[in-house]
């Protein structure tokens, strides 16, 4: 059974940048698929990025300003997140599983970490 652990939340104003991290136990890392999902107060869990082996995908909102990684050998998967802004703002969650840009596809999750944009 897989372990989540993210890092790296915080304040930034707009236009600045984080990066997240997600540490995953378990042998099978390198075939996962893995993914990042935020929510915001009040609002429905949405899909941010997900990457396979070889493939990586992005909600069109984060499209040229989130970049996600991968390191195998240190069963970790990052987010790099640019040009932040305010609507950026919620609790960005981590995610293994079958893969696709669904909720449902994905069946172990980390605890989230807050991340929060100043306009």
């Known amino acids: 059974q897989a372990q989540l652990v993210e890092s790296g939340g915080g304040l930034v104003q707009a236009g600045g940048s984080l990066r997240l991290s997600c540490a995953a136990s378990g042998r099978t890392f390198s075939r996962n698929n893995m993914a990042w999902f935020r929510q915001a107060p009040g609002k429905e869990r949405e899909f941010v990025s997900s990457?396979?082996?070889?493939?990586?995908d992005y909600a069109d909102s984060v499209k040229g300003r989130f970049t996600m990684s991968r390191d195998n050998a240190r069963s970790t998967v990052y987010l790099q997140m640019n040009s932040l802004k305010p609507e950026d703002t919620a609790v960005y969650y981590c995610?293994?599983?079958?893969?696709?840009?669904?909720?449902?596809?994905?069946?172990?999750w980390g605890q989230g970490t807050q991340v929060t944009v100043s306009s």
């Open positions: 990457i396979s082996r070889l493939y990586v």
């Open positions: 995610a293994s599983g079958l893969g696709g840009t669904s909720s449902s596809g994905y069946n172990f």
